[in-house]
């Protein structure tokens, strides 16, 4: 039996062929054996290695794993079938690449944002670093929640809807359960942090399990970035001067224990009358332990979800003698870098040895190019961006955090990667740091200073030149901040609500600089009192 079809719809017989095969479930793979993924060792490595060479008419082998975790998805490609991914069964994970999924595009949309777990098929290459892995099929099915340590978590969520919830989830816990939530909720999720440094933080986690078309909205105390998206980010100074009650179905209140720390503070006095208001509107979650007391007073209930265990992390102290020409004569690091700008720099300071960049904003097929180059052995030498798209679990390499961070968040990322992190920076960043918060966020005197300076100048470049000058910064971000202040500010004519908009800048900014001098005490003190300090939090 045969058929007969014009040439030119060849390509498009042969397309349809090929998704059928690699997306049916009915298509019949031959799997070689069925492992685990903790099989996947050096003993297997020997016994593959006895099969090889691999080619034409001895293809590589093909396993079978069962119900695994589907820790992350993203999508490829021109028409974005390809997909990379990451399974996971509780104490080991494997990123794999797979071709044409359109079917897989189609579930997720972009990206996974609930979990899913469910059977893979895969075949392996390898290399001198170990194996790796080519997705040829995965059966798949939704989850309630992730793997959590408790049962608790799925029985705090049923009681969510009731009001009146604490939630205390370690960290490295709290954005998966911020992705369950984001399934379960139907309206629009908003989640609440006491500054921007809190927010950055929150909203990168969330970005790393986003692609580039999908968007997180945020807003502060001047910019309302993507408000329209089902998720938005808010420092509480955004969520005050907007008061967007209406418009979303559930806040976050998220890491809790800063808001406690600053009770003192009008924006959070008056943030907590509203959550005692509504009540049923407002989750609290937190990543560390925290007095329950003032909670209960509202009448919330707290909950601890996950394992008290500490998990083994190791820092060295190499600040205020620590040179980049330090990284010549060492084969493989990760440096990683707070201060988004510095990476030019240092790359051109670095570039001869082959060093790679890795952040978030970089395209996901280029991203995953670059992972690929990791997991191979091929990228040794990588700076990466903190606080933004996370440091990649399969660099073994020691840690060198180069700057200060805007937040303590930024280094409890990294301790968990169960590698050494060299603290590099110095009280000369430190004070660096300070003085750029002074300049995003300004005084009374300075905001009436600069908007006398704006109603004289008409020009546009005439005006960041003026700027500029009185600022003395030609850092572009402090520059579009003070013209997105002109903006608001002059636009209204009356005087007191020309204060009323200006003011929330000046607030949010006392917030940021309390806790930034906060972050200073605790990393800039002894490294005894660091580890101390880290040790408390950093849980397994």
């Not at 009915?26 to 070689?32: A, C, G, N, P, Y």
């Not at 300070?434 to 009374?444: A, D, G």
Request: net charge negative; glycine share 6%.
């Amino acid at each position: 039996m045969g058929f007969t079809m014009r040439r030119d719809r060849l390509d498009s017989l042969f397309e349809l062929v090929r998704n059928v095969a690699v997306e049916s479930k009915e298509e019949k793979i031959l799997v070689d054996a069925e492992l685990r993924l903790s099989d996947l060792n050096e003993d297997l490595k020997r016994e593959l290695e006895l099969l090889m060479p691999f080619g034409q008419g001895n293809p590589e082998p093909v396993f079978l794993f069962r119900d695994l975790s589907l820790e992350k998805i993203s999508f490829f490609g021109e028409d974005e079938s390809n997909v990379f991914v990451v399974f996971g069964d509780g104490s080991k994970r494997v990123e794999a690449f797979g071709f044409n999924f359109r079917k897989l595009v189609e579930t997720f949309s972009t990206v996974s944002l609930d979990f899913y777990r469910g059977d893979a098929v895969m075949s392996f290459r390898l290399l001198e670093s170990g194996f790796s892995p080519q997705l040829l099929a995965i059966d798949i099915k939704p989850v309630s929640t992730a793997k959590w340590e408790s049962r608790r978590v799925e029985k705090s969520h049923e009681n969510l809807m009731k009001g009146r919830v604490s939630l205390e989830i370690p960290y490295h816990l709290k954005t998966r359960y911020l992705l369950v939530l984001e399934g379960k909720v139907k309206g629009k999720l908003g989640i609440v942090s006491l500054t921007n440094a809190t927010s950055q933080n929150v909203f990168g986690c969330l970005m790393r399990y986003h692609t580039l078309n999908k968007k997180i909205g945020y807003v502060n105390s001047l910019f309302d970035r993507d408000r329209d998206q089902s998720v938005v980010v808010f420092t509480l100074a955004g969520f005050l001067r907007t008061l967007p009650i209406d418009e979303f179905e559930l806040f976050v209140v998220n890491e809790f224990q800063e808001f406690l720390e600053h009770l003192d503070n009008n924006l959070v006095t008056d943030f907590l009358n509203l959550v005692d208001r509504w009540p049923d509107k407002f989750l609290i979650l937190s990543s560390s332990a925290f007095d329950t007391t003032f909670l209960e007073s509202l009448g919330f209930k707290h909950h601890c979800v996950g394992s008290p265990e500490r998990e083994e992390f190791f820092l060295s102290d190499q600040r205020e003698h620590f040179r980049l020409e330090q990284l010549r004569t060492i084969e493989r690091f990760a440096l990683v870098v707070s201060e988004k700008r510095l990476v030019p720099k240092i790359y051109g300071e670095l570039k001869d040895l082959g060093v790679f960049i890795y952040h978030g904003a970089i395209e996901t097929e280029k991203k995953i190019k670059l992972i690929d180059k990791i997991e191979s052995g091929a990228a040794q030498r990588v700076i990466f961006t903190s606080n933004n798209d996370g440091l990649p679990t399969y660099m073994k390499s020691d840690v060198f955090f180069y700057d200060f961070p805007l937040s303590l968040f930024e280094i409890e990322d990294l301790l968990r990667r169960r590698a050494v992190v060299n603290l590099c920076y110095s009280k000369e960043n430190y004070l660096q740091r300070k003085k750029e918060l002074e300049l995003l966020f300004p005084n009374e005197e300075t905001i009436e200073e600069v908007l006398n300076i704006a109603s004289t100048v008409k020009n546009g470049n005439e005006l960041k030149e003026r700027l500029s000058q009185f600022l003395e910064t030609e850092n572009q971000g402090v520059l579009s901040t003070y013209l997105r202040l002109i903006e608001t500010s002059l636009n209204v004519e009356n005087t007191q609500s020309r204060m009323q908009n200006y003011m929330w800048r000046v607030w949010e900014g006392k917030l940021e600089r309390e806790c930034f001098e906060r972050c200073g005490r605790i990393l800039m003190g002894d490294v005894r009192e660091i580890y101390a300090f880290f040790q408390s939090r950093v849980k397994g």
